[in-house]
């Protein structure tokens, strides 16, 4: 356990489905974000939220849809999505920006 | 785009050093040298990082160039649950240049 959580560790989804990812850190951290990993890919950074307001949005389709309510939770809201988009989600925190992340262990998201 | 350049792959014998290079040849004065390390499905996890003089924690040691063009991160004694696909990576200090954005690692595979 990181300090991290990630629910749920898995999740298969139909493309008309509308499910949410959960991120919860409780390591008072300032800083959340969630990145993507597709099979045989680096990472990629999807959102950055800092101090509850979303500084960063790296080209992510509308169909993510990032919610940070406070400083220790972070979700990952999904609608619509494709076959293409499974792969590994995961979220991290960090003190701020500068720090270093902790990561959790992330959701494994199967659309079919 | 990433700015650092691993191999894609070693190997190295249970019970002997893993020297893992890395090559960073645009790094800039006040950017810090990271190491993660990713087992298999899981998220990334912090091992060590440095700005320009050699770094020891319990995990590894990082080993900075002189230019700063490169470091080594050892693994003073690998076992066989130190295989992972391990990350160099450059980052600033500041708020924009402190991501931590990943590239492909090093995939180390120990053996018995």
């Known amino acids: 356990e990181t300090g991290v959580t990630q629910t749920p560790r898995h999740l298969v989804m139909g493309m008309t489905n509308k499910k949410s990812l959960k991120c919860e850190q409780h390591l008072g951290h300032n800083a959340m974000y969630w990145y993507k990993q597709s099979a045989k890919k680096p990472l990629e950074l999807m959102f950055v939220y800092s101090l509850e307001e979303r500084v960063e949005n790296n080209s992510v389709p509308s169909r993510f849809s990032p919610e940070c309510p406070n400083s220790s939770h972070l979700f990952l809201h999904l609608h619509t999505l494709q076959p293409e988009d499974s792969a590994l989600y995961l979220c991290?925190?960090?003190?701020?920006?500068?720090?270093?992340?902790?990561f959790g262990s992330g959701t494994r998201l199967t659309v079919v | 785009d990433a700015k650092t350049t691993q191999p894609p792959s070693m190997d190295c014998a249970e019970g002997r050093a893993a020297n893992l290079p890395c090559n960073h040849s645009t790094i800039s004065g006040n950017e810090y040298v990271y190491w993660y390390r990713q087992i298999h499905s899981q998220g990334p996890q912090y091992i060590i990082h440095g700005l320009k003089n050699n770094e020891t924690n319990e995990m590894a040691s990082l080993i900075i160039t002189e230019d700063r063009k490169s470091s080594t991160l050892i693994l003073p004694h690998a076992t066989l649950r130190d295989t992972a696909v391990y990350y160099c990576i450059v980052r600033g200090r500041s708020s924009n240049t402190g991501k931590l954005i990943f590239g492909q690692g090093t995939t180390l595979q120990v053996k018995p």
């Open positions: 991290a925190s960090s003190q701020d920006m500068r720090d270093g992340y902790t």
